[in-house]
């Protein structure tokens, strides 16, 4: 929403948060992932991402999930569920498009 569309919304109060989208690095940390790092068959390290129940996912994959619902920091609080993300996004976008 435009800083002016807020005045309206307030009863002629204007309160303005300015937010930035996640970082990769935040998208990891709101999502409960950690980097790890192994050694590879021939001798070089790879890395991995370890969510909280231990399960190991490629960095690409999660790269590709940060690709797909950019960094929007609601997205963490429906998880990478790719239904409950859409319609969260589908949401902003119509608030802001004004759809």
């Given at each position: 929403?435009?800083s002016s ?6 009863s002629?109060?204007c ?6 989208p ?5 998208f990891l ?6 980097i790890?790092?192994s ?9 991995q991402?370890?969510?909280k ?24 609080d ?19 498009i004004?759809?």
């Amino acid at each position: 929403m435009l800083s002016s569309e807020y005045a309206t919304y307030l009863s002629g109060r204007c309160v303005e948060i300015k937010m930035l989208p996640l970082s990769f690095r935040e998208f990891l940390y709101f999502h409960d992932f950690e980097i790890k790092e192994s050694k590879s068959v021939l001798g070089g390290t790879r890395k991995q991402a370890v969510d909280k129940n231990g399960e190991h996912y490629e960095l690409r994959e999660i790269f590709d999930a940060y690709m797909r619902f950019g960094g929007m920091p609601g997205i963490a609080d429906v998880g990478l569920d790719q239904e409950k993300a859409m319609m969260l996004l589908e949401g902003i976008y119509a608030t802001v498009i004004g759809i």
